[in-house]
């Protein structure tokens, strides 16, 4: 199993940035495909990017494309989240998470449903 312990949460102003971070412990990181997720007040779970145990491949929600950047450093064992022009509908808490049961050249995903392990978020807050 992997435990993961998300941080960079904040409050900022519209236009401004973050970076959050994820770190990993408890199993080999490099295993793992890898996610983040954010869930508004009053909404449901929305995945926003993920990418390969590798590092090379990532695919975004519509949303943040242009503006999120996900990676990794598979030797520290984190998982990155550099999120850039913030707006306001992107406050939320932000949730990494992990799963390992896939098929080798399989797209990724940003179904929640596929994610087998849950860090305990970190708030983020954009003011306009």
């Not at 900022?12 to 412990?25: D, E, I, K, Y």
């Not at 009053?42 to 695919?59: F, L, M, N, P």
């Amino acid at each position: 199993q992997v435990q993961l312990v998300e941080s960079g949460g904040g409050s900022v102003q519209a236009g401004g940035s973050l970076r959050l971070s994820c770190v990993a412990s408890g199993s080999t990181f490099s295993r793992y495909r890898m996610g983040w997720f954010r869930q508004a007040p009053g909404k449901g779970r929305e995945g926003v990017a993920s990418i390969r145990a590798g590092g090379v491949a990532t695919a975004y929600a519509d949303s943040v494309k242009g503006r999120f950047t996900i990676s990794r450093d598979n030797a520290k064992n984190i998982l990155y989240l550099q999120m850039n022009s913030l707006k306001p509908e992107d406050t939320a808490m932000y949730y990494c998470a992990a799963y390992s049961r896939f098929q080798p050249g399989a797209p990724l995903t940003l179904d929640e449903g596929s994610y087998d392990y849950w860090g305990q978020g970190t708030l983020v807050t954009v003011s306009s």
